[in-house]
């Protein structure tokens, strides 16, 4: 497993964009699929996007077309672009290597006003 650190969480407005990282400690290249995960107080965790060898997948329906994820193995760093806010994206939002089985992050709030 790796260390992984999510950072560029804050507040928005609805509309808005935001970019959050993720950090890891070691090489990302041996997983499969990074991926970007969101809990809303009072819901359960789930998959908002994934990437596997450079191809972004949007799990969640409503990120389909404002949420990309990307990666960069050279510099052991995942990305989650995020456009088109809306107040329902408000979350912790965690990075996770291979769905979880590399290891989490502690997450980043992401709170989106309307």
């Known amino acids: 497993q790796v260390q992984l650190v999510e950072s560029g969480g804050g507040l928005v407005q609805a509309g808005g964009s935001l970019r959050l990282s993720c950090a890891a400690s070691?090489?990302?290249?041996?997983?499969?699929?990074m991926g970007w995960y969101r809990q809303a107080p009072g819901k359960q965790r789930e998959l908002v996007a994934a990437?596997?060898?450079?191809?972004?997948?949007a799990m969640e329906g409503s990120a389909k077309g404002r949420f990309t994820a990307s990666r960069d193995n050279a510099k052991n760093m995942v990305y989650l672009q995020m456009n088109s806010l809306k107040p329902e994206d408000t979350a912790v939002y965690y990075c996770?290597?291979?769905w979880g089985a590399g290891g989490w992050g502690k997450g980043t709030l992401v709170t989106v006003s309307s």
């Open positions: 996770a290597a291979d």
């Open positions: 990437v596997t060898d450079g191809a972004s997948v």
């Open positions: 070691g090489s990302i290249s041996q997983f499969n699929s």
